[in-house]
């Protein structure tokens, strides 16, 4: 089988800048969890938004699920993101008019392919969306009424986690998911969604400059960046 | 399916502002479609004031000035029929009827027209209506008046009150025909022509109190009674006009060469539907100043409705990102606003076409008895449907500026937003 991602000889720069994006070597195998970790300007943003499909005009190979980016259209990267990909940012995650499950359930709306892999697990796009609420310590009974604004930015970012687990997508990639969070806030959320990774077999690419984060990895790479 | 929730509950969390677009919305098009309805309204209404007649005759002038002093009782006529030229139209064997018309006295501003009940029996307007009273009988007496709708309301006439009419047609009238009272034998209902506005008398009432004059003041100690009126012989002299009903209608284009190039009478003939379309160019100019007007709230509301949607999209911003990053493409975030867009622009006419609606069926009876104003609770019209169908291009026209913006702010190359 062949690895979930796979980068040679990946560079990226914008037009007429020393590139801000390196990587001679890079491979994760499903179900590895990688912490990327470098200070602001090191381009991890850059690298993130790459492997999600948005960014393009990089030089280099870049394999998503056997999967060529260069060599796909927009409008398959796309695909590709709603079906294989969760992304979680640093915060607004969420569609504030929306109810909690309704939030968890969107890429169902997105992808058929993981909403059909969550009605096979629960039952329901609604079931499964209660289930991963219930495992990030969300009871829906206990805030299932609550509009999004009213939760803290810890309780925020757990449903974005659950979001991005929904249908249970081959990667998970996460842009300073902890860092509007303190720090007890912090374990709490990393614990949590490292949990319900394990069990699900989700692979997870993590960006942060918080070095606090590598005790949760087995594997991680550092990025100097050009500075 | 799941996208329009999207969209609904989008909107619902912005409901203050875009109840305020959905209302400005909803005014501007009940205001263009009920300009419309009522332009179509009162054209229709101007074209039917007299249906039925086939030809207006009156003493040599212009087809309009003939059609304003003898339909719309504006103006004055500068000469008169003789009476025995009438007589002749009259037995005609071609003329079906006639009815006579003499104008010239007013009671309060309003004018006084000398006919007879040939009024009643022949006189059509709108769809081929009569005449109906709302209280009374017709005329039946040499001293009896019918009083137009909004006569008898503004003075507040009630059947046999006593009432003095004027000579000449001002409002301030010195001279009043004072020793012979006209008591009202009936009222009309509405009819929104201008009958409303006018006083119904008989030809010879109108002859009893003119007797003793001459040259149009009173000669000094020549008055009558009423009692020696009746005595008198009151065949008319002269008429302002008469509406003439034909046999057949072919016979309308001979007769009126006849009549206007006969040598022994100078008369004219119209033909009221050419003559009503000649004074209608006239009118058109307001016509086109209203729908002008309508148009430019329409403009408004739907900037309106664009304001309030550009000045939502740097909140959305954030919005967009989530989507994009759930793996919705451009083209479908784009197509998500203009969807939005396109929702209220049908929410807003449907509540605008209510507020028609509900505004005509509380405004139709005010408008008829205040205004003499004919609107109808109509199906839109095919002009209506046009301008429908204009309000929602444009709606999806000033939707694709939010939706273009989206798909810009969608295309940038990143996940998540920068700070």
Known sequence: MSPLIEIRQLAFAWPDNLPVLQIEHLQLERGEHLFIQGASGSGKSTLLNVLGGVLTGFTGEVRVNGLSLAQLSARQRDRLRADCMGVLFQQFNLLPYLSLEANVSLPCVFSRQRRAAAITRSGSVAAEAKRLLQRLGLSPQQYGKRPVAQLSIGQQQRVAAARALIGSPLLLIADEPTSALDGHSRDLFMQLLMEELQQADITLLLVSHDPALARYFSRTLKLEGNT | ?419
């Not at chain 2, 301030?172 to 012979?180: A, E, G, L, R």
């Not at chain 2, 009309?188 to 030809?203: E, F, I, Q």
């Not at chain 2, 329409?298 to 000045?311: D, E, H, K, R, T």
């Not at chain 2, 429908?388 to 998540?416: D, F, Q, T």
Request: with cysteine.
């Open chain 2, 1 to 419: 399916m799941m996208f329009l929730h999207i969209a609904a509950r989008s909107l619902f969390s912005r409901r203050a502002s875009v109840l305020l677009t959905l209302f400005t919305l909803a005014l501007s098009t009940a205001l263009l479609l009920g300009i419309e309805q009522i332009r179509a309204q009162s054209k229709a209404g101007f074209f039917n004031t007299v249906t039925g007649t086939d030809l207006i005759v009156g003493a040599r002038s212009g087809p309009v000035q003939l059609l304003l002093y003898s339909v719309f009782h504006v103006g004055s006529a500068t000469s008169n029929i003789r009476w025995h030229s009438y007589a002749e139209l009259r037995d005609d064997p071609r003329v079906a009827w006639t009815i006579p018309l003499s104008l010239g006295d007013s009671h309060r501003g309003y004018r006084v027209i000398g006919t007879d009940n040939g009024m009643f029996e022949h006189y059509r307007y709108g769809d081929g209506n009569r005449l109906q009273l709302a209280a009374g009988n017709q005329l039946n007496d040499l001293f009896s008046v019918v009083l137009g709708a909004e006569v008898a309301r503004t003075l507040d006439y009630q059947p046999n009150d006593e009432l003095i009419i004027a000579h000449g047609t001002g409002n301030t009238s010195f001279m009043q025909h004072d020793n012979m009272p006209f008591y009202v034998s009936g009222i009309l209902k509405p009819t929104g022509t201008p009958l409303d506005r006018a006083l119904l008398v008989t030809l010879e009432g109108l002859e009893a109190v003119h007797l003793g004059w001459r040259a149009g003041v009173p000669l000094p100690g020549a008055q009558a009674t009423p009692e020696q009126a009746r005595q008198r012989d009151l065949t008319p002299r002269q008429l302002t006009a008469a509406l003439v009903g034909l046999n057949s209608r072919m016979q309308a284009f001979h007769l009126q060469r006849e009549l206007n190039s006969k040598p022994s009478d100078p008369l004219t003939a119209v033909m009221p539907g050419v003559a009503l379309q000649e004074l209608w160019q006239v009118v058109r100019l307001a016509e086109k100043a209203l729908l002008a007007v309508s148009a430019a709230a329409l403009l408004i509301g739907v900037c309106g409705m664009l304001a309030v949607l550009l000045g939502s999209m740097q909140q959305r911003r954030h919005e967009i990102a989530v989507l994009r990053a759930l793996g919705a493409s451009p083209i479908r975030i784009s197509a998500l606003l203009l969807q939005e867009t396109l929702l209220l622009t049908v929410l807003g006419l449907l509540l605008g076409l209510a507020l028609l609606w509900g505004g005509i069926h509380l405004l139709q009876q005010p408008l008829l008895e205040q205004f003499g104003l004919h609107v109808g609770l109509t199906w839109p019209s095919t002009q209506q449907n046009r301008l429908v169908a204009i309000i929602l291009g444009m709606g999806l026209c000033s939707g694709l500026i939010p939706a273009i913006l989206a798909y810009r702010m969608a295309l940038v190359n990143s996940l998540g937003q920068r700070h």
